[in-house]
């Protein structure tokens, strides 16, 4: 796959790069939602778009859609509108008759965008206090994982839940699973150890298949990529 030189918009910036992969932040609230953006769309995303409720979620995915499709377009040298997506059995979108692969995620006003030539998930959050931690972490979290958060300081516990969730979901969206593979997952979790897959229950061979890297690309805010292939590493712009 080619190096593109991509025009980046003020509210957006590289953040890693893994060879040729890379991955974009974009700040949603301050992009373009305008008709600019809305004519990037698909008439399905424009119609999505319309179904919103609440305006500040509407614009941020039209903004987002439109990031998205003109940072495709600008690597393949094509018009943002003229891309076409297809998606596979949970959801996972692909870009119809080429092979380059992509993820994106966002979290309220961010979004992380992954693009390689193997596939990648990414997965992005906002670090906030949950009353239910613990109840959510026995339905999503593995026996392993659940010891290793209760090991971790109390003042460092959501950074934990989040690195762990972030790192589960980048994996699954990689492969193109749905969340109901979560709690059969263990990932190193623990403030100050690198992000890892331990164990995927019943598919030993996933270990060597997949590269995890946890990327700090907003204060307050926890993600992660997952990239196939063993021995990736992102290098932080």
């Known amino acids: 796959m080619s190096t593109v030189e991509l025009v980046v918009p003020s509210w957006s910036r590289l953040v890693a790069t893994?060879?040729?992969?890379?991955?974009w932040l974009a700040d949603l609230d301050a992009a373009d939602a305008g008709e600019e953006a809305l004519a990037a769309l698909s008439d399905d995303e424009r119609a999505?778009?319309?179904?919103?409720?609440?305006?500040v979620h509407r614009r941020r995915f039209i903004a987002c859609r439109a990031w998205l499709r003109g940072q495709?377009?600008?690597?393949?040298?094509?018009?943002?509108?003229?891309?076409?997506?297809?998606?596979?059995?949970?959801?996972?979108?692909?870009?119809?008759?080429?092979p380059l692969r992509f993820n994106v995620s966002h979290s309220d006003r961010y979004a992380l965008l992954g693009v390689a030539d193997a596939e990648i998930g990414i997965d992005i959050e906002r670090q906030r206090p949950l009353s239910d931690m613990d109840a959510l972490a026995e339905r999503v979290f593995s026996v392993g994982e659940r010891d290793a958060l209760?090991?971790?300081?109390?003042?460092q516990k959501e950074e934990a839940f989040f690195a762990g969730w972030t790192r589960k979901e980048a994996y699954i969206k990689a492969r193109g699973d749905g969340i109901g593979l979560l709690g059969a997952i263990e990932v190193v979790l623990a403030p100050g150890e690198p992000a890892r897959l331990i164990a995927v229950d019943g598919q030993p061979a996933e270990l060597e298949r997949w590269s995890i890297q946890a990327l700090s690309a907003v204060p307050?805010?926890?993600?992660?990529?997952?990239?196939e292939g063993q021995g990736r590493h992102w290098t932080s712009v």
């Open 150 to 155: 209760a090991r971790v300081a109390a003042g």
């Open 18 to 23: 893994s060879g040729d992969a890379a991955v």
């Open 220 to 227: 307050g805010f926890a993600a992660a990529v997952c990239l």
């Open 48 to 55: 999505r778009a319309g179904r919103f409720v609440f305006d």
């Open 72 to 98: 495709l377009g600008e690597r393949l040298g094509r018009a943002a509108h003229d891309l076409r997506f297809e998606y596979g059995p949970l959801g996972k979108p692909s870009l119809a008759g080429n």
